[in-house]
């Protein structure tokens, strides 16, 4: 899209002074003066505005970053189309205001739309580019960065039921943010992550410049699919859609330690990744342990497949769930198959329940012996879940260096620890931090891997020198996430951002060549 001539002065005068700093009030006062140049002003929300806390709470996921004491943003910016994006960047560079994205709102740790430390910024939301367009004949669609999941599988499927997209379970989890940090789902093992099906992107850079695949050349289109965002504003995605049955079948099935959870668990760890690519099983770990699995094919061939391979399941055909794969999107969340298929376009959120998430790759199978001493954890004061998802496949299949998400060739599985709490309550944050500390023996080493899209800032925060974050800082945190691309990340942020604009306290820094 074209932009305004303003747009296009002010893009000539705004890059005089990288190093930025908190802007004084005056300087808050001409941004969004400058905001109302360019943008409807129905579209810029500010406190003062009645409307600031409903906006602001609408996609916030965890009570404890909306308080009295949350750094809270300037404005919340929502855009319908790419000028008012380029806009934001341009007045932010020109009065030293930077921006935060989100999209679904489901980051862990909320630095789409808060701070850590008192900062002077403005919040970008995205919810009002949420298009999913369709092109049935080439089995590609373009998706804007504000869609959720629920709304790229109901809008896919409705058009083309033989289609669908290798994404997460959550259906509220905003697209931009999912496939910044690679994404994660079960059907990963077919088709990889939704990553390795990106073929082209708009986004808008540092420059307030809006830019394609190959105007943003290799190294930028690289980073944006799964690098953790912070290299510029993605607007939308081009992807690969995959073919799917028109059934698939589905099971949970509960084993209690009693019934020999510890067992089938440690067998899993090592059948899981080899299985079938067209079957994943997914182990949701409490006082129990529940199986659940996706199988693109029926339910006799599902049968028949873990009868062999995984006996200790005890699977009948009275523990399949034969559906479409649109069907099975919300049957993974529901349980019930009469569930309307019309839930995945719900993006209500709720602040009911406090959370804490952390995650590990385990690469070595964990003994049985140890199984045994992990499960008494879940019966402890405050207890809550771990998630274990299988790679293998196609995902472990992809070279490390391929994309940004370096956890492929020999990861077994990603754990996610899951703690709940409501009020005051200490127990859950104490249960989810010991048990991460009773982890680290059994799990990846040197670094110990972490999955960028479970953001967690006990891992490390950056540091910022001179106005800019310092790389030293960045590696306490960027390795874990990224492994060995961390450096190629942050040599391509020296290139697009040398000034660190698109900064937040887990975001790539700039690393940029001294000659």
Same mark, same amino acid.
């Given at each position: 899209?074209?932009?305004?001539?303003?747009?296009?002065?002010?893009?000539?005068? /705004?890059?005089?002074?990288?190093?930025?700093?908190?802007?004084?009030?005056?300087?808050?006062?001409?941004?969004?003066?400058?905001?109302?140049?360019?943008?409807?002003?129905?579209?810029?929300?500010?406190?003062?505005?009645?409307?600031?806390?409903?906006?602001?709470?609408?996609?916030?996921?965890?009570?404890?970053?909306?308080?009295?004491?949350?750094?809270? $943003?300037?404005?919340?910016?929502?855009?319908?189309?790419?000028?008012?994006?380029?806009?934001?960047?341009? /007045?932010?560079?020109?009065?030293?205001?930077?921006?935060? +994205?989100?999209?679904?709102?489901?980051?862990?740790?909320?630095?789409?739309?808060?701070?850590?430390?008192p900062e002077v910024f403005a919040v970008v939301d995205l919810s009002n580019l949420r298009a999913v367009r369709i092109n049935r004949r080439a089995a590609t669609a373009w998706v804007d960065s504000?869609?959720?999941?629920?709304?790229?599988?109901?809008?896919?499927?409705?058009?083309?039921?033989?289609?669908?997209?290798?994404?997460?379970? /959550?259906?509220?989890?905003?697209?931009?943010?999912?496939?910044?940090?690679?994404?994660?789902?079960?059907?990963?093992?077919?088709?990889?992550? $939704?990553? %390795?099906?990106?073929? %082209?992107?708009?986004? +808008?850079?540092?420059?307030?410049?809006?830019?394609?695949? *190959?105007?943003?050349?290799? %190294?930028?289109?690289?980073a944006i699919r799964g690098g953790g965002g912070n290299f510029g504003i993605v607007l939308s995605w081009k992807v690969k859609l995959v073919r799917v049955p028109p059934t698939v079948t589905f099971?949970?099935?509960?084993?209690?330690?009693?019934?020999?959870?510890?067992?089938?668990?440690?067998?899993?760890?090592?059948?899981?990744?080899?299985?079938?690519?067209?079957?994943?099983?997914?182990?949701?770990?409490?006082?129990?342990?529940?199986?659940?699995?996706?199988?693109?094919?029926?339910?006799?061939?599902?049968?028949?497949?873990?009868?062999?391979?995984?006996?200790?399941?005890?699977?009948?055909?009275?523990? /399949?769930?034969?559906?479409?794969?649109?069907?099975?999107?919300?049957?993974?969340?529901?349980?019930?198959?009469?569930?309307?298929?019309?839930?995945?376009?719900?993006?209500?959120?709720?602040?009911?329940?406090?959370?804490?998430?952390?995650?590990?790759?385990?690469?070595?199978?964990?003994?049985?012996?140890?199984?045994? *001493?992990?499960?008494?954890?879940?019966?402890?004061?405050?207890?809550?879940?771990?998630?274990?998802?299988?790679?293998?496949?196609?995902?472990?299949?992809?070279?490390?260096?391929?994309?940004?998400?370096?956890?492929?060739?020999?990861?077994?599985?990603?754990?996610?620890?899951?703690?709940?709490?409501?009020?005051?309550?200490? %127990?859950?944050?104490?249960?989810?931090?010991?048990?991460?500390?009773?982890?680290?023996?059994? +799990?990846?080493?040197?670094?110990?891997?972490?999955?960028?899209?479970?953001?967690?800032?006990?891992?490390?925060?950056?540091?910022?020198?001179?106005?800019?974050?310092?790389?030293?800082?960045?590696?306490?945190?960027?390795?874990?996430?990224?492994?060995?691309?961390?450096?190629?990340?942050?040599?391509?942020?020296?290139?697009?951002?040398?000034?660190?604009?698109?900064?937040?306290?887990?975001?790539?820094?700039?690393?940029?060549?001294?000659?």
């Amino acid at each position: 899209m074209a932009m305004s001539t303003h747009a296009a002065l002010l893009l000539t005068v /705004c890059f005089l002074d990288c190093y930025l700093t908190i802007p004084s009030l005056a300087a808050s006062g001409d941004f969004l003066q400058c905001l109302s140049e360019n943008i409807p002003t129905q579209l810029v929300v500010t406190p003062s505005s009645s409307s600031f806390d409903s906006v602001l709470v609408s996609s916030i996921r965890n009570p404890k970053f909306f308080t009295p004491t949350t750094v809270r $943003p300037l404005c919340i910016v929502m855009p319908t189309n790419a000028s008012h994006v380029q806009a934001v960047v341009l /007045c932010g560079r020109r009065h030293d205001v930077r921006v935060r +994205v989100r999209s679904g709102g489901h980051d862990y740790e909320g630095l789409s739309y808060r701070a850590e430390r008192p900062e002077v910024f403005a919040v970008v939301d995205l919810s009002n580019l949420r298009a999913v367009r369709i092109n049935r004949r080439a089995a590609t669609a373009w998706v804007d960065s504000g869609a959720t999941l629920g709304e790229l599988y109901y809008t896919v499927a409705k058009a083309a039921p033989e289609l669908a997209f290798p994404a997460g379970v /959550c259906p509220t989890v905003g697209v931009g943010g999912h496939f910044s940090g690679g994404g994660m789902g079960m059907m990963m093992r077919k088709y990889g992550l $939704p990553v %390795d099906n990106v073929i %082209d992107a708009t986004l +808008v850079d540092a420059n307030g410049r809006l830019l394609d695949k *190959k105007a943003m050349k290799r %190294d930028l289109f690289w980073a944006i699919r799964g690098g953790g965002g912070n290299f510029g504003i993605v607007l939308s995605w081009k992807v690969k859609l995959v073919r799917v049955p028109p059934t698939v079948t589905f099971f949970n099935i509960r084993k209690s330690v009693d019934q020999g959870a510890v067992n089938a668990v440690a067998k899993w760890q090592t059948l899981a990744p080899a299985l079938p690519d067209e079957l994943s099983i997914r182990v949701i770990v409490s006082r129990d342990a529940l199986f659940q699995s996706l199988y693109l094919g029926s339910c006799g061939e599902l049968v028949t497949t873990i009868t062999r391979l995984f006996p200790e399941l005890l699977m009948t055909r009275a523990d /399949c769930r034969e559906m479409s794969w649109l069907q099975s999107t919300v049957y993974v969340n529901s349980g019930d198959t009469k569930t309307p298929l019309e839930t995945l376009l719900n993006r209500t959120t709720s602040l009911s329940t406090f959370s804490k998430n952390k995650s590990d790759y385990v690469k070595k199978a964990i003994t049985k012996d140890l199984w045994e *001493k992990i499960f008494p954890w879940f019966n402890k004061a405050g207890a809550g879940i771990i998630l274990l998802e299988p790679h293998g496949g196609r995902v472990g299949s992809i070279a490390d260096a391929a994309t940004p998400y370096p956890h492929r060739s020999g990861v077994l599985y990603n754990i996610q620890y899951v703690a709940f709490w409501t009020g005051n309550g200490t %127990d859950a944050p104490n249960w989810i931090k010991g048990l991460y500390d009773f982890m680290e023996p059994l +799990v990846s080493k040197n670094p110990r891997g972490a999955y960028v899209n479970y953001r967690d800032l006990d891992i490390g925060e950056n540091t910022v020198v001179g106005g800019v974050t310092s790389y030293e800082s960045g590696k306490a945190w960027g390795q874990k996430y990224f492994g060995g691309n961390f450096k190629q990340l942050a040599i391509t942020k020296g290139k697009v951002d040398a000034g660190d604009y698109f900064r937040n306290e887990q975001s790539v820094p700039p690393l940029v060549s001294r000659k």
